[in-house]
């Protein structure tokens, strides 16, 4: 190596080694320097643990004792010391674990806490600082705090220090109270009632709508609060009947401040309000008072109406024709009417406090009012008949109406009796069982009888219209032409007679009930009549494809619609005519229409139709009893028949058949 090179890196050598003794005197100062700031920061805690120390000796013996929180802490957060109520308050202990504030905010209340801690720093001291805390479990809870700021002896802030009173239970508290208040504004708002709360100085503190509408007050209720009432009667005076009495009335309740309940008063429009006066006191101290007034005007009227309607319904219970008893729950009589004394012959004063199951009936039904007494205190109604004697020993059959009589709680405390004297109706309805079998044995031997006289009355018209045959026969070509015109009036008159006597025979016995009742199908009905009616090709006849189904005798239901479909086809005098047959379907019943487009009936007849010989067109085919005999049918099965017609336009017929 050439001595150039060696001179250079002797030069570079003493070079580093001046670097490091450089870079080592550097780090000596430096190391010097942070040992002294060191070593004061040691004096600085030192002197912060003594001043507080010495501060929190000097508050130990005030704070160690009260029933709050107590804690102190550095302007850092952290806690330097807390009493027991603190330890416990929070869930921590110092003495096992560090704590600093941080811990101990509620996230939501953050922002106000570090605004307060600003105020606190600033200003050295905050009252009333009320935010919700974590405890150590999480628990949160509502806390309100006074703090100051501690200073050293040079007043320089080195801590802080609170008192924290746990508030929870009374914000809870507060809540409930504010909610409740709420829903009693709400409420007070809208009562029916009219509400009016004021001070002591007579200015409004509530009012409601109500208030408003009754002394046409043109505002709203709460642009009200805060007026003076001192001259309010005197404004609304007028809307009462006495105004001068009203001014009198509410300045004597004002003078006197006593409670007020039920005061009626009366308004122009016959408005009945009823007024209560409450005062309110705190102690001894007048705070106000408040005005209610009720509108009662249909109260009024209906305990009018009340009155007289009891009125009312004693007069008819004290008159009726029926007997009315009450009992209690031992059937001792309670109350009995003017017509229970008739009934039975007693006096009301024989009967009050006696058992009515001992004193009327007879030995055998006695039984019947131990039963029924049973079934009122049970809650059931009923009625029953019973065989009584009354005070002349006279037998009596009574039909009773019973009834369980409650009390205003619901409970059963007797039972309620209308009595009726039904021995005169039970010896009718003797009568009248006899009449019916009587009638029964008539009707049936009339019904033979016509059978009878029927044949007995067909067989020589039979024979005359026999006799005119052999008479024409035997003397063919030989008689003129009148002679044969007058046999054949014969012999017209001879069919005519022969219809009317089947008729009457049809008619006596259509109204009869032949005891069978059978399921009978209208289509078949129909069938049966499409192939013995003989309808013209001129008319066509409309029948539903689907009939219904009804109760009764077959041979009735087609005498039915045979002579109505019989008529409307008689009486078709269109060259195109129409019959149709139509049905509707009711909950109990179906009624059905016959429909023609004939010649009609005029409405002064269409009474006189159903009346048994009453035929409007005169003709050998007519004998008047078809529509009779409809009408017994119908009547037999408890239906209704009826028509609509206009002369030229056709005829309706409409029946009903129960289900």
């Not at 004021?198 to 002394?215: A, G, H, M, P, Y």
């Not at 009495?245 to 008063?265: P, R, S, W, Y």
């Not at 006799?467 to 012999?491: A, H, R, V, Y």
């Not at 008689?570 to 109990?588: L, Q």
Request: net charge negative; glycine share 6%.
């Amino acid at each position: 190596m050439s001595q150039e090179k060696i001179d250079i890196l002797e030069r570079a050598l003493k070079r580093e080694k001046a670097a490091r003794k450089a870079a080592e005197k550097i780090l000596e100062d430096k190391s010097r320097e942070l040992y002294l700031l060191s070593e004061q920061l040691k004096v600085s805690n030192a002197q912060l643990e003594a001043s507080v120390s010495e501060t929190s000796s000097q508050l130990a013996g005030v704070f160690e004792n009260i029933i709050d929180a107590y804690l102190v802490m550095d302007l850092s957060g952290n806690v330097l010391s807390m009493n027991d109520a603190a330890s416990e308050l929070f869930g921590y202990n110092l003495e096992e674990e560090s704590l600093n504030v941080s811990k101990l905010i509620y996230p939501e209340d953050s922002k106000y806490a570090h605004d307060s801690f600003s105020e606190l720093i600033k200003k050295g001291t905050f009252s009333n600082y009320t935010a919700r805390v974590y405890r150590k479990n999480k628990e949160v809870r509502w806390v309100q705090i006074n703090a100051s700021l501690i200073y050293d002896k040079s007043q320089k802030p080195i801590a802080a220090q609170g008192i924290i009173r746990d508030i929870t239970n009374q914000k809870v508290f507060d809540e409930k109270l504010i909610e409740s208040e709420n829903r009693l504004a709400t409420l007070i708002l809208n009562l029916d009632s009219a509400i009016l709360l004021e001070d002591e100085d007579r200015k409004i503190v509530l009012t409601n709508q109500k208030f408003c509408e009754i002394f046409k007050i043109p505002v709203e209720p709460q642009f009200l609060t805060g007026q003076d009432c001192s001259q309010a009667a005197e404004q609304s005076k007028n809307l009462f009947k006495e105004p001068e009495a009203f001014i009198t009335t509410i300045n004597q309740i004002l003078k006197e401040k006593k409670q007020v309940i039920g005061k009626e008063l009366v308004m122009t429009d016959g408005t009945i309000l009823e007024l209560d006066f409450i005062p309110i006191k705190k102690g001894q101290t007048y705070k106000g008072h408040l005005w209610t007034y009720r509108d009662i005007t249909l109260n009024r009227q209906y305990r009018k109406s009340l009155e007289a309607q009891k009125e009312k319904y004693s007069r008819i219970i004290a008159n009726m024709n029926l007997g009315l008893l009450e009992v209690d729950s031992d059937d001792k009589i309670l109350m009995v009417n003017h017509s229970f004394c008739e009934m039975s012959g007693y006096k009301e004063e024989e009967l009050i406090g006696k058992v009515g199951g001992k004193l009327f009936p007879i030995a055998e039904d006695q039984r019947i009012i131990t039963e029924e007494n049973e079934k009122r205190m049970e809650g059931e109604s009923n009625s029953y008949e019973i065989k009584v004697t009354n005070k002349q020993g006279v037998p009596r059959i009574w039909l009773i109406s019973g009834a369980p009589n409650y009390n205003l709680k619901g409970e059963i405390i007797g039972s309620i009796g209308i009595h009726l004297d039904i021995t005169e109706l039970k010896n009718l309805e003797k009568q009248k069982e006899a009449i019916l079998k009587e009638l029964e044995k008539s009707n049936k031997e009339l019904y033979e009888y016509a059978h009878i006289v029927s044949h007995d009355l067909k067989s020589p018209l039979r024979s005359i219209d026999a006799l005119i045959s052999w008479i024409k026969s035997d003397n063919e070509g030989k008689l003129d032409e009148e002679t044969l015109q007058n046999f054949s009036m014969i012999e017209s008159t001879l069919e005519t007679m022969e219809n009317l006597i089947s008729d009457i025979l049809a008619y006596s016995s259509a109204g009869a009930e032949t005891g069978k009742l059978e399921t009978v199908d209208l289509n078949k009905t129909m069938d049966n009549l499409k192939r013995l009616l003989l309808v013209p090709t001129n008319i066509s006849m409309k029948i539903p494809s689907k009939m219904p189904v009804v109760k009764g005798d077959p041979t009735k239901f087609q005498q039915l619609f045979q002579n109505l479909l019989s008529n409307a086809i008689k009486f078709c005098d269109k060259e195109n005519g129409i019959v149709e047959i139509d049905f509707i379907e009711k909950p109990s019943f179906y009624q059905f229409s016959v429909r023609d487009n004939g010649i009609g009936i005029k409405k002064k007849y269409h009474d006189r139709i159903f009346k048994i010989f009453h035929s409007l067109n005169k003709n050998k085919e007519s004998t008047g009893i078809g529509l009779s005999i409809v009408k017994k049918i119908v009547d037999l099965y408890e239906g209704t028949i009826w028509l609509e017609s206009e002369p030229g336009e056709g005829t309706t017929f409409f029946f009903t058949l129960k289900k």
